[in-house]
């Protein structure tokens, strides 16, 4: 039996007639993109850490850039669960510590100074989109106006009173 088959749609599911609108806001794709970015660049970090360190001359620096594959990883997929504000917040922390680690390979007797400089630009460029990312996930997922209080609510539409051995009433007629 081949694996596609057991995937078929059967003639009783539903049929999609037309596509609308998406559910995702931009700000979600951007969020969504990021994380995958992120997955994508910690792998590399993970598995190509000597060629990084080599070409931003800082050779010995590798195990640091394979622990930060490992958060952008995490990062990564924390922006891609339902928890995206804790991933992108992550993200921004995260390029925090690679804007302080690249600065310090800026210095005067680094041969390959230039390629730090592209690489502090690049991380400026992704740490606005997470900025950007992050203040419009958190303003669309968050709670505008009063906050309602709906403690004095029970769930039963007569209230509780009513309720109350309303089971053993039923029970009884059903029994008698």
Do not use: C
């Not at 309602?148 to 609510?153: A, Y």
């Amino acid at each position: 039996m081949n694996l596609l088959s057991t995937l078929k749609r059967s003639k009783s599911d539903p049929k999609v007639l037309e596509k609308g609108p998406s559910s995702f806001s931009s700000s979600d794709r951007l969020a969504r993109n990021l994380g995958w970015f992120s997955i994508g660049l910690g792998l590399v970090e993970l598995f190509g850490a000597h060629r990084i360190t080599r070409a931003l001359g800082m050779e010995g620096q590798e195990v640091m850039v394979r622990s930060y594959g490992l958060r952008e990883i995490g990062s990564g997929m924390m922006t891609l669960s339902v928890d995206k504000e804790v991933g992108l917040a992550s993200r921004i922390a995260g390029d925090g510590l690679d804007i302080v680690a690249l600065g310090s390979a800026m210095h005067p007797d680094n041969p390959k100074q230039d390629n730090v400089a592209i690489a502090l630009f690049m991380v400026a460029g992704v740490t606005l989109l997470d900025f950007i990312a992050a203040g419009a996930a958190t303003g669309r997922h968050m709670r505008r106006g009063e906050v309602k209080d709906f403690g004095d609510r029970s769930g039963f539409p007569k209230g509780v009173s009513a309720s109350r051995g309303l089971a053993k009433e039923k029970a009884k007629a059903l029994m008698g």
